[in-house]
């Protein structure tokens, strides 16, 4: 079975802080997927990852960064958290690089993460 | 512009009743299609994808799907709903052939009536 974990199910962080959320899966997989989860708005894409130490902005990159150091970890790093980052933070892993949008992606449990 | 619309944001139905979630979209061509299940306290699940070849798709859990290009749509159906089919169901496009980005609905929110 495929698996993603996510460092935190439940983070509470103050204004300004620097926050990290840790991905890892054990599937070898090649791309790697940060989301995050609002009501009303489903999930959108923050930045992914199709190799080590390579990144991609996703559709809502602003106020983010990303770090992929080794194959199985992906990183999600809020330089100066504010409270509009108050969110469920999803992780997500597919096989193959290149695969596109034929490969499944992988889902983490998620990381509800509030900003006070 | 690409779009992926899910119009119904909560449905109840009655145990052993049938289901049928609504997706659509705006494309010109034929989009890479899924539905996914988030499940409370659960990251997504893949229940079914559709690329090309039969539009009547079959996946996990006895959820089916058919694509209908002539409506932008794929709609999610199950025969007989279970208690635990309750969850927050997300149709999922893809637009580009090797791209990587997925555009998610806003999600449906299933409640299952005993």
């Known amino acids: 079975d495929v698996k993603v974990t996510q460092s935190s199910r439940y983070l509470v962080k103050r204004t300004g802080e620097k926050v990290f959320l840790e991905c890892v899966q054990d599937m070898d997989h090649e791309n790697m997927f940060w989301y995050r989860q609002d009501p009303g708005l489903g999930l959108r894409l923050i930045y992914f990852?199709?190799?080590?130490?390579?990144?991609e902005k996703g559709d809502i990159p602003e106020g983010y960064s990303v770090s992929r150091e080794k194959k199985e970890r992906f990183s999600l790093i809020l330089e100066s958290a504010s409270t509009n980052q108050t969110s469920m933070y999803l992780c997500?892993?597919?096989?193959?690089?290149?695969?596109?949008?034929?490969?499944?992606?992988?889902f983490g449990p998620g990381t509800r993460l509030t900003v006070l | 512009a690409q779009s992926v619309t899910q119009p119904d944001i909560h449905i109840t139905v009655s145990e052993g009743a049938s289901l049928e979630l609504r997706c659509n979209y705006s494309y010109g061509a034929t989009p890479y299609l899924f539905w996914y299940v988030q499940s409370p306290g659960q990251g997504l699940q893949l229940l079914l994808k559709y690329f090309s070849g039969d539009t009547l798709v079959q996946g996990i859990k006895g959820f089916e799907a058919e694509f209908k290009r002539s409506q932008s749509s794929f709609n999610l159906r199950k025969p007989s709903v279970h208690w635990s089919d309750a969850a927050e169901y997300f149709c999922?496009?893809?637009?580009?052939?090797?791209?990587?980005?997925?555009?998610f609905g806003t999600g449906t929110r299933l409640t299952v009536i005993p």
């Open positions: 990852s199709y190799d080590v130490k390579m990144k």
């Open positions: 997500a892993s597919s096989f193959t690089r290149g695969g596109g949008l034929t490969d499944t992606q992988y």
């Open positions: 999922a496009v893809g637009f580009e052939a090797g791209a990587n980005n997925l555009f």
